[in-house]
């Protein structure tokens, strides 16, 4: 039931007070207009169990009963309704007056959910109203099963024990917008909120279409919304003397601005200013101005890099000035390669490094890493681990398993409590009565590490948790276990070589390589067409995007042009958008084209799985990748690709094409680029994209960028040429031997002549 229009101006009223200190009021907004609640943009939406508990197996048991559902909600938003929707079925085994659901937000009780008689062991549908006067800007919802299969004797490991969420579980939720005070010192909201967990659109308004700086400059702050974003999904689009329904962007010079930007004061500088929109008091546009393309530049540089010194209305850059300049590899958002590196360094929120009870969750970690890292046949990754535990009275099997990408490495007994070390009772003084403490030194395969990883560690607990025989009951309590890993564990990648077959779509996809070896893209130029669609201006405001994700730094140095034949000659790693100039069409690795309806593709000759091309750790042969056959089809269906290839001037840079030619091609390909599963199935040289996936190919001469030490590339020469491998290994043999032979008679003639 939605509330009343009193109590909605209540709850604004409310709302605004304890949101002071977050959003202060504009005081132009009159009192009226709140009031007045059909002039109040609202907005319904629901978040899907994926999203409230992403990656965990939601079931309850009578050991494991509890679990939890999070979210946050956007701080320019007041939530008036929320409503959980639950879909769950409880084991037929249940009794239905003893049995129950308890529903927690954010420890307060929400309600009961009994469990119906009628449909036991079938799906079953309740709704419950969770309080929006609880809500805060992140919020769990904590479900609680209480399950009893007898009135007497329980087991509470019993195997019938236990109700399942359906995946089709949600909360829906009501939301009015309130008014914000025009303060620069809450940049970068509310353009981007990390608060809000569904997809996120920052429109670009330009006057015209923008000019080669304002599209570096609308680059540039696009991938500083990237790092703020991180894994969120966001979309830029770009819109030409138009003003958008929601929060925006807006870059315009003194000579060139939008209609609705006619009036406003010209500017003696870089400046930025937020403003409210000229009809909507509640949305709210943020003004990139200047005299000249020059201090739209510098405006975007002070706001990409000096945020955190803005407050007020409207700032104005006096000066912006780069000191050392960045080193290849050091991307925040990678794990450094040169050091070993503590774990506590790759955790993102307080506690991330332990866990409780008796059947707890696992401690994840991402492991972030340079694609081009070269750990190829090496014997593994030095971790050196140490955790603490609630030590079991008596040992059992209880222990701790560690996986990588979902892959078992190793798994450790959890020693009771009689075998601890001298190391461990000291630190028992500091935990409590009932932590052990242990270490092992473990070596990671190498060839389970990628580009992005996620290691974990999962401890279980064996307990005994009560008696189940008749006439010979006990009450036992399940210990409260707890569970830490060390944060001065240590990981370490260094000593590793970079070095990486290319093309490699697989690691442009996922990682921006190799435009984000450079973490502020100082190596990259961009090539744009000489005037740009606003579906092309998106399409590079997203990928500059999703590579700032990636590295966690905005491309304050990336270089944008329209000029083909300067961008040749320059020395870096070129993007370009659109479609290929005609001088590709003669390159031996042009291997696929685009030009309006017509397309071109070479194929190989030998056809390789999906999954092994994607995943093989060896480097495949040459003639495997050399181009069969080529096939050119005329279509009107829309179609657009992402391919590879080698800089002709400049061996050791490559050139990576966005191609599409329709605006249903650019829609498909933003797409692709926004899923996280079609990014997935993007290697090789080609990755074709249509309406039904994206289809990738491993076509064409290969070459390999980074540097490796003399004896590696020897045996890499020789890994995939075993006949020359034994002949090599043999003529080795022969010649250290004649060598140990000749100096042996030396030192030999040597002493008879002495002795002579």
């Not at 291997?591 to 030998?606: F, H, I, K, V, Y």
Request: aromatic share 8%.
């Amino acid at each position: 039931m939605y509330p009343t229009r009193r109590a909605i101006t209540l709850g604004l009223f409310v709302a605004l007070h304890s949101f002071a200190l977050l959003f202060p009021v504009q005081a132009q907004t009159s009192s009226a207009s709140i009031d007045d609640n059909d002039s109040v943009p609202s907005q319904s939406y629901t978040l899907g169990l994926s999203k409230l508990a992403p990656g965990v197996d939601f079931k309850l048991y009578g050991i494991q009963n509890k679990q939890h559902l999070e979210f946050s909600l956007r701080r320019d938003q007041l939530v008036t309704d929320a409503v959980l929707n639950l879909v769950f079925t409880p084991s037929p085994a249940l009794l239905p007056k003893l049995s129950h659901l308890r529903v927690y937000l954010n420890e307060e009780l929400m309600g009961v959910v009994p469990v119906d008689d009628s449909q036991s062991g079938q799906p079953q549908k309740r709704s419950l109203t969770l309080d929006p006067t609880l809500l805060t800007s992140f919020n769990r919802v904590r479900l609680e099963f209480v399950g009893h299969y007898t009135d007497t004797c329980e087991n509470l490991a019993h195997s019938s024990l236990w109700l399942d969420i359906s995946g089709k579980t949600n909360i829906a939720i009501n939301q009015q917008a309130l008014p914000l005070a025009n303060d620069l010192s809450y940049f970068p909201e509310p353009f981007i909120d990390t608060l809000d967990m569904r997809a996120q659109r920052i429109p670009f308004v330009f006057s015209v279409s923008p000019t080669l700086p304002e599209l570096r400059a609308a680059s540039v702050l696009a991938s500083y919304f990237g790092t703020k974003g991180q894994w969120r999904q966001l979309s830029f689009p770009a819109f030409y003397d138009e003003l958008p329904s929601e929060h925006a962007v807006v870059f315009a010079i003194n000579e060139a601005r939008p209609e609705f930007l006619r009036g406003y004061p010209e500017v003696n500088g870089p400046t930025i200013d937020m403003i409210s929109a000229p009809d909507n008091p509640y949305q709210k546009l943020l003004l990139i101005l200047g005299r000249d393309d020059k201090d739209i530049s510098a405006a975007v540089s002070a706001l990409a890099l000096g945020s955190p010194l803005f407050r007020g209305q409207s700032v104005r850059v006096e000066e912006t000035a780069a000191f050392a300049p960045r080193k290849p590899y050091d991307a925040p958002n990678w794990i450094p390669t040169n050091r070993p590196v503590f774990l506590s360094e790759l955790v993102s929120y307080p506690g991330q490094l332990e866990v409780t009870g008796l059947r707890p969750p696992p401690i994840t970690l991402p492991l972030n890493l340079p694609p081009d890292l070269f750990v190829w046949r090496n014997n593994g990754i030095p971790l050196q681990l140490g955790y603490r535990y609630t030590a079991p009275k008596v040992s059992d099997e209880s222990r701790l398993t560690l996986s990588l990408n979902g892959r078992f490495l190793d798994s450790y007994l959890l020693e009771a409590s009689d075998h601890k070390s001298a190391l461990a009772r000291m630190r028992l003084q500091v935990l409590g009565n009932d932590a052990v403490a242990s270490s092992e030194s473990l070596m990671i395969p190498a060839l389970r590490i990628g580009a992005r990883n996620e290691i974990r560690f999962n401890f279980s607990f064996s307990s005994t948790v009560g008696a189940s025989e008749r006439d010979g009951c006990r009450t036992i309590m399940p210990v409260d276990s707890h569970a830490s890993i060390d944060d001065r564990s240590v990981i370490d990648f260094s000593g590793y070589m970079h070095y990486l077959e290319m093309p490699n779509l697989k690691a442009f996809a996922n990682s921006g390589f190799p435009f984000s070896r450079m973490a502020d893209l100082s190596e990259t130029i961009v090539v744009m067409p000489a005037r740009p669609t606003p579906l092309q201006a998106s399409t590079l405001f997203e990928e500059l995007a999703h590579i700032g994700a990636q590295v966690g730094y905005p491309a304050v140095k990336v270089r944008v042009t329209n000029d083909w034949a300067e961008a040749l000659q320059l020395d870096a790693d070129l993007l370009w958008i659109g479609e290929a100039p005609d001088t590709f069409r003669s390159r031996p690795d042009a291997n696929l084209l685009l030009e309006n309806a017509t397309a071109s593709l070479r194929q190989p000759g030998t056809e390789r799985g999906a999954f092994e091309a994607r995943h093989s750790a060896d480097f495949s042969s040459a003639p495997e990748r050399d181009a069969a056959s080529e096939i050119r089809v005329r279509a009107l269906g829309p179609i657009a690709a992402i391919v590879g290839m080698q800089s002709e001037r400049f061996p050791q840079r490559s050139m990576v094409g966005l191609m599409a030619s329709t605006n249903e091609d650019y829609g498909l390909l933003r797409g692709a680029l926004a899923d996280t599963g079609k990014r997935d199935s993007m290697y090789g040289s080609v990755a074709i994209i249509r309406e039904s996936g994206v289809a990738s190919e491993l076509v064409g001469p290969r070459y390999f960028v980074g540097q490796l030490h003399w004896w590696q590339h020897i045996w890499l020469k020789l890994s995939d040429k075993p006949v020359l491998l034994a002949i090599t290994a043999v003529f080795t043999v022969l010649l250290v031997a004649i060598l140990l032979w000749n100096g042996l008679r030396w030192v030999a003639r040597r002493r008879l002549s002495r002795d002579a």
